[in-house]
């Protein structure tokens, strides 16, 4: 059974970037055509979709966050990574992963989200 998990720093200043590794447990993250997400929710808001690494190594970002974010991948781990740079309180979320056949939709897998809050 593929199970994901975050971990996080839990409490980040403004201005530093944010480093959050998702691991993936049972299973592997080139199976092929599946899509590795990140997404977030503010707090009272809905979720916001952030980036995807494919099975491959391509990339795709929100346009809205795309300046400041980047996911990467280590095979060898089973993990794939966010950085989200510049970070304001405006990025205070819980930041989930999650893993699937479909960029936007139709996840089969999440983790269990990690509360990041940024503050000074």
């Known amino acids: 059974q593929v199970q994901l998990q975050e971990s996080g720093p839990g409490l980040v200043k403004p201005s530093q970037t944010l480093s959050l590794p998702c691991t993936v447990s049972g299973g592997s993250i080139t199976i092929n055509y599946y899509y590795w997400i990140w997404i977030r929710q503010p707090p009272g808001k809905g979720l916001e979709w952030m980036g995807a690494?494919?099975?491959?190594?391509?990339?795709y970002y929100s346009p809205s966050l795309e300046s400041r974010t980047s996911i990467s991948r280590d095979t060898s781990k089973k993990q794939f990574t966010l950085q989200l740079s510049s970070v304001t309180p405006e990025d205070t979320a819980v930041y989930y992963c999650?893993?699937?056949?479909?960029?936007?939709?139709?996840?089969?897998?999440w983790g269990q989200g990690t509360q990041v809050t940024v503050s000074s």
């Open positions: 690494i494919t099975y491959s190594g391509s990339t």
């Open positions: 999650a893993g699937g056949p479909r960029a936007a939709t139709g996840y089969d897998y």
